[in-house]
């Protein structure tokens, strides 16, 4: 594709809900990457995908947040349980193997918890 | 966490005029590169700087890095309306480092 694509934009949740968001990275980008993004704030990693590799979740910030990776390509970040802090924009980006330091970035989901 | 850490928080300034930004961090760096943010939505690769360089052009924009003060800074020159954005510093500690740390942002308004 053009470019990693998110869905939704916008997501309002109510809290104690599930919610899922959604990640296509560019074809053929074997690394794919979540960050959180709280207002006024820089970027907080989360996880990484890597081809058919393990992920790694160091930066998940509890185990109600998961991810998963299909067919190393799209990905979907499930937060359980939501909570008020939660409210973040959650940006996904991608990058060819080896180039860890060229990520292409998403348009985010602006997720607000009520 | 946060390793970059930009300076100043918000900078306003006049269409025509340049604009400079700074990021220092704390821990040894393999590179630095700048990001820009508009409308709080999807973060565009702007430059990339490796540690063993000290300066790098790319149209309007020039940075430079001086990895014995740990920190860098960028020249947006001649801004533009569009310029108007967020702009972040992140740091990779080694070249395999997917996991960038990104400072808090400068929030650049030019205005008309």
Known sequence: GAGVSQSPSNKVTEKGKDVELRCDPIS???????????????????????????????????????AERTGGSVSTLTIQRTQQEDSAVYLCASSSGTAFY???????TRLTVT | ?????????????????????????????????????????????????????????????R???????????LLITASRAADTASYFCATAGSSNDYKLSFGAGTTVTVRA
């Open chain 1, 102 to 108: 060229e990520q292409y970035f998403g348009p985010g």
């Open chain 2, 63 to 73: 940075v430079t890095l001086d990895t014995s003060k740990k920190s860098s800074s």
């Open chain 1, 28 to 66: 053929g980008h074997t690394a794919l990457y979540w960050y959180r993004q709280s207002l006024g704030q820089g970027l907080e990693f989360l996880i990484y995908f890597q081809g058919n590799s393990a992920p790694d979740k160091s930066g998940l910030p509890s185990d109600r947040f998961s």
């Open chain 2, 1 to 61: 966490s946060q390793q970059g850490e930009e300076d100043p928080q918000a900078l306003s300034i006049q269409e025509g005029e340049n604009a400079t930004m700074n990021c220092s961090y704390k821990t040894s760096i393999n590179n630095l590169q700048w990001y820009r943010q508009n409308s709080g939505r999807g973060l565009v690769h702007l430059i990339l700087i490796r540690s063993n360089e000290r300066e790098k052009h790319s149209g309007r924009l």
